[in-house]
């Protein structure tokens, strides 16, 4: 496995800023059952109380943000499928980055601001938070000290390339290749 340097990073920024504005696909849903797990999914189910049915994020959310209700501001991440597919070949790979739904489509702060919602396949519909989805550890470990710089860099975090967190605020099921819309 050989790991993403800055320069093919910064190489491919025009790529990443072309990410459709308006509308894109649904490419790839994961869900994390336990730390360290990931299954790719053909279908899976949004619903308000447990975010990605079957996730482990309700588990990993502290009693503390449980009682405040910030934990809902991570209730389910989303990441550009353009910057994962830079940095892994296969979804398998592509899902160690730890979100659940990848798209195509642009997450930058200019066209998803804090309140701004998507909506995914036909009825679920996420509201984009304002708590910041940086690069961790994990994210470094398996990417790469480059891919992290970049992420987490001033334009990383301006474009959101390594995704942001949101709110479920309508249910549904939702497919791989699922239209993803940014809603008016």
Not at 86 to 111: C, F, I, K, M, W
Not at 129 to 145: E, N
Request: proline content about 5%.
């Amino acid at each position: 496995m050989s790991l993403v340097t800055t320069t093919q990073l910064t190489d491919a920024l025009d790529h990443l800023r072309a990410a459709p504005h308006d509308e894109g696909p649904l490419v790839l849903v994961v869900r994390r059952p336990q730390r360290g797990e990931r299954e790719l999914l053909d279908e899976a189910t949004l619903n308000l109380e447990h975010g990605l049915v079957g996730d482990g994020w309700l588990d990993r959310a502290t009693d503390r943000a449980k009682a405040a209700g910030t934990h809902l501001q991570a209730q389910v991440t989303v990441m550009s499928a353009r910057m994962v597919a830079l940095l892994a070949d296969t979804p398998e790979r592509r899902a160690l980055a730890g979100d659940q739904l990848y798209v195509d489509l642009d997450l930058s702060h200019d066209n998803l601001p804090a309140g701004a919602r998507i909506a995914v396949g036909d009825t679920a519909v996420l509201e984009v938070s304002a708590r910041p989805h940086t690069g961790c550890a994990k994210f470094q470990a398996r990417f790469g000290d480059d891919a992290l710089a970049f992420v987490n860099s001033d334009e990383g975090r301006h474009l959101r390339l390594r995704g942001l967190n949101a709110r479920l605020v309508a249910p549904g099921v939702v497919h791989p290749g699922d239209v993803v819309r940014r809603l008016p």
